[in-house]
């Protein structure tokens, strides 16, 4: 381990040593490139988080640039995962990278190797939502959600055996909202992502146990900021059925 790189982060009371081991040894999948994404790898692999797999499907395009900050004029028409790992080995040349160039399905369970800790969801849309959900009951390996629109955000962990997300939006309708349409303030995605880096870095830390179940809710127009707590549903179709292999 570089003592030296985590100095500041050594420190705190529920890190020390052992807690830098496990964040340095940490696995995470990441769905999607986007600006999400962006915010929250930073920080993560600056956190130390020793791995990572980012899917994603996409080119880079001029109307990312405003919000997909590690994206340059140059990356125009390439592919996102591999420009954004490119960015962030210049800066962490000891952090492994694994690109998947394609859209994350349902039945992509075998592309998330077994000793993976976590997913995150960094895409806009409910369909790629509900996939990493049935991933991660299938595969025992918790998620974290992020969202935004306009100027609200929210994120939320959900850990198989605690609820998931059918508990808590059960047959939400698909949605055609997303920043596509509606718009987003481009400070919006480095607060949410930066925010998910944190709950992630807690969550691998086993700091806050009773965080589990807990939805939080951003506007960022008034600062508002709202948690909600939710349970498992006991009538969940998805819980009760789904197998983990
Ligand atoms: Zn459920």
Not at 75 to 93: A, F, P, R
Not at 162 to 171: A, H, T
Not at 226 to 234: H, I
Request: proline residues 2%; charged residues 20%.
């Amino acid at each position: 381990m570089n003592l030296n790189k985590y100095s500041r982060q050594i420190p705190l009371s529920f890190v020390g040593l052992t807690g830098q081991k496990r964040i340095n040894e940490t696995k995470i999948a990441i769905i999607g490139a986007g600006a999400l994404a962006h915010s929250c790898s930073i920080y993560l692999a600056a956190g130390g988080v020793g791995e990572f797999t980012f899917f994603d499907q996409d080119i880079v395009e001029e109307s990312n640039l405003s919000r997909q900050i590690f994206f340059s004029e140059q990356d125009i028409g390439k592919s996102k995962v591999k420009c954004l790992i490119k960015y962030l080995e210049k800066i962490h040349d000891k952090t492994k990278f694994n690109s998947i160039e394609k859209f994350f399905c349902k039945n992509d369970e075998s592309l998330i190797p077994s000793d993976y800790h976590l997913i995150i969801n960094a895409s806009d849309n409910y369909l790629t939502r509900k996939s990493i959900n049935l991933v991660s009951l299938k595969k025992n390996i918790p998620w974290l959600d992020m969202g935004i629109l306009k100027m609200q955000g929210h994120f939320c962990i959900y850990n198989p055996g605690c609820g998931c997300y059918e508990c808590l939006f059960q047959n939400i309708p698909e949605s055609t909202r997303n920043c596509s349409f509606s718009g987003i303030l481009s400070p919006v995605c480095g607060v949410i992502g930066s925010y998910g880096a944190n709950e992630v870095l807690k969550y691998i830390l086993n700091k806050n146990q009773n965080f589990i179940n807990e939805y939080i809710q951003f506007d960022l127009d008034k600062n508002i900021f709202k948690k909600f707590f939710w349970k498992k549903n006991k009538n969940c179709i998805l819980c009760q059925n789904i197998q983990s292999v």
